[in-house]
């Protein structure tokens, strides 16, 4: 990683365990931009416009969350969402026999990758000065995706979509069938990183890494331990593979998402939400730098700024001297308050 600029070097320092005080403490947010997601050259406005108009000290990409179904075929349609998620037009998996139909894809092939990486390789000339991040999904998560099943226990199906198999079935009808095509998305998955993280000189973005999401599926309430470690955790680690020469951030979604269960792989940090039930606080210390610090929730109209501040300094004297990044839980609200976003760039904790 460049370690040019003052961004970069407070992203390293950080990383390399020095940094202490809350203003060598790099801080970022991101969040969906919907109506602006299918269109390429808007997508890039809305990227350019929201990091510049907060100055965040590194970039995350936060393409539509659906980008990596669509590589396999997936159809949505643009112009109906549901919140932050398109409608489902129509499913690849229908049948655990559709399972075959995922294979292995050259990302230079693919159309949607092809314009992620072009999106990611623009926004890194734009802001050469500070680590920018592509957001990838695990090759369970995309799997889940691919048949409009929920991505979280309890979930709702995608929206439009209507699976008649289950999540169990997904995996245990043809526990081969899927292996393969996680393996498959695995395989490209990995590429497509690697093509990501390429100098631009030889035609990749020449961004410093990724954020890797399981989604749901760390969840015990919706797979297993066991069924994580057979069906989820061979092929991240395939995946991530691409990204061994990067920054790579982890982020295990939602309530009970185990981040303990990530203390051995190879990741650089690590994210979980700690105000959902079952989520440890962000400082257990789980031998990876933390990212977090603030409720996602609490960026809504109607919350009192005290809230934010009151969490921010929390979690500054939890960590005591120990580095972390500080950013929310997860992505904003699609409906933030600027004046609460704002107080994540104070120093005054």
């Not at 790099?26 to 990227?47: C, M, Y």
Request: with cysteine.
């Amino acid at each position: 990683m460049a370690t040019a600029s003052s961004e970069y070097a407070k992203f390293e320092r950080v990383l390399n365990g020095e940094a202490t005080a809350p203003e060598d403490i790099p801080r970022s947010a991101w969040q969906h931009l919907v109506g602006n997601e299918f269109d390429p050259g808007q997508f890039i406005k809305a990227t350019i416009d929201f990091q510049r108009k907060w100055d965040w000290d590194w970039v995350k990409l936060h393409p539509r969350a659906t980008y990596l179904a669509e590589v396999w075929g997936a159809q949505f349609d643009p112009d109906d969402y549901l919140d932050k998620l398109p409608r489902y037009v129509e499913p690849v998996i229908k049948t655990t026999d559709d399972l075959a139909k995922i294979q292995p894809l050259d990302p230079k092939d693919s159309p949607v990758l092809k314009e992620l990486v072009s999106d990611a390789a623009t926004v890194r000339k734009e802001f050469a000065d500070r680590p920018v991040i592509q957001t990838l999904f695990s090759p369970l998560s995309i799997l889940l995706w691919l048949t409009g099943l929920p991505r979280f226990p309890h979930g709702s199906n995608a929206y439009g979509a209507n699976p008649v198999i289950t999540s169990q079935q997904l995996i245990t009808e043809n526990p081969e069938l899927a292996k393969q095509a996680l393996s498959a998305i695995a395989q490209t998955l990995s590429a497509y990183t690697q093509w990501l993280l390429e100098p631009t000189q030889q035609g990749g973005a020449g961004i410093d890494g990724v954020f890797y999401a399981t989604t749901g599926t760390a969840s015990e309430e919706y797979y297993s331990k066991a069924q994580f470690d057979e069906f989820s955790k061979p092929y991240d680690l395939e995946a991530l593979k691409g990204a061994e020469h990067g920054v790579t951030i982890l982020h295990t979604c939602g309530a009970a998402s185990h981040p303990e269960w990530f203390a051995d792989w190879p990741i650089d940090i690590l994210q979980w939400d700690q105000y959902l039930p079952g989520n440890p606080p962000l400082s257990a210390d789980f031998g990876h730098t933390a990212l977090g610090g603030v409720n996602r929730s609490l960026f809504t109209k109607g919350t009192d700024p005290q809230q934010v501040i009151d969490q921010i300094r929390a979690t500054f004297e939890e960590f005591g001297d120990r580095p972390f990044l500080l950013s929310p839980s997860c992505s904003l609200p699609l409906s933030d308050n600027d004046d609460l976003v704002k107080l994540l760039k104070s120093n005054k904790f």
